[in-house]
C-alpha cells in the first residue's frame, strides 16, 4: 500500500474544505482539530483529533470533505491511497470490523456532542469534553496519575462547545478553585475524578 508522510505546524491550514484530495489521512503524532467557517466568519470546532486519528472515515470513499482541518500542535500525518486501503477493509474482515468500530465511535462523539450544544450547561459541556479527551488519551497511553497534555486554549473550547472564551474562563476558574482540576503550562491535572463526572453528569 503507498503511503506519504506530511507535517505540519501549530495553526497551519492541513485540509481545505471542498479540496480533492487522493489519500485517506490519519494522525501520527501531535494534535489538530476538524472546523467549518460560517458565512458570518465564525468558526465551529467540530473535533480534536489526535495520533491515530482518521481526518474523516468519510474520506476513504469520497475524494471531498465537508469541513477543514488545521493543526494545533506540531503534527505528523500520513496519506494512505483510498483504492488500496478500500480493497483492504473489504478483503480482511478483521479491518472491516475496525473500520466500522472507527465509523461507530465518530458517530457517537458527534451525537454527544449535538446534546451538549443543545441541551447541556457550560460546565457539563466543558466536563464531558474533558473527561472524552482524557479517556482517549489514556487508550494511548498518555494519561499519567491524572495528568495529561492539554494544548488546547480557552477559545478551541468556546468554539468547540458554543460558548463565549469569557464564559470558559469562568468555569475554569470555578472548577480550579474547587479543587477539581487545574489547567497550568499546557498541562491538565485531574484532583477529583468523581466530582468532575458528576459534573459533566455522567454516571
Known amino acids: ?3 506519504s ?6 495553526r497551519q491550514v492541513l485540509y481545505r474544505k471542498g479540496q480533492p484530495c487522493a489519500d485517506v489521512s490519519i494522525v501520527r503524532n501531535g494534535w489538530a482539530f476538524r472546523f467549518a467557517i460560517t458565512a458570518s466568519g465564525r468558526r465551529q470546532i467540530l473535533s480534536f483529533l489526535l495520533p491515530g486519528d482518521l481526518f474523516s472515515t468519510s474520506a476513504v470513499f469520497g475524494d471531498r470533505m465537508h469541513f477543514s482541518v488545521q493543526a494545533l500542535t506540531d503534527v505528523a500525518y500520513c496519506g494512505f491511497n483510498r483504492e488500496d486501503l478500500q480493497r483492504l477493509i473489504f478483503a480482511d474482515p478483521k479491518v472491516s470490523r475496525t473500520f466500522a468500530d472507527v465509523c461507530s465511535e465518530q458517530e457517537a462523539f458527534s451525537d454527544d456532542r449535538i446534546i451538549d450544544l443543545g441541551t447541556r450547561s ?4 466543558i466536563g464531558r ?6 479517556a482517549r488519551l489514556d487508550r494511548r497511553g498518555q494519561v499519567h496519575d ?3 497534555h492539554f494544548p488546547l486554549k480557552q477559545q478551541h473550547l468556546a468554539d468547540a462547545l458554543g460558548l463565549t472564551q469569557v464564559h470558559v474562563n469562568r468555569v475554569l476558574r470555578r472548577l480550579r478553585e474547587s479543587r477539581i482540576m487545574e489547567l497550568s503550562n499546557g498541562v491538565l491535572k485531574i484532583f477529583n475524578t468523581s466530582a468532575i463526572r458528576k459534573l459533566a453528569d455522567m454516571r
Not at 508522510?5 to 501549530?10: F, S, V
Open 1 to 3: 500500500m503507498r503511503v
Open 5 to 10: 508522510q506530511a507535517n505540519g505546524r501549530p
Open 122 to 125: 457550560a460546565e457539563e459541556r
Open 129 to 134: 469534553l474533558i473527561i472524552e479527551l482524557m
Open 146 to 148: 491524572n495528568m495529561f
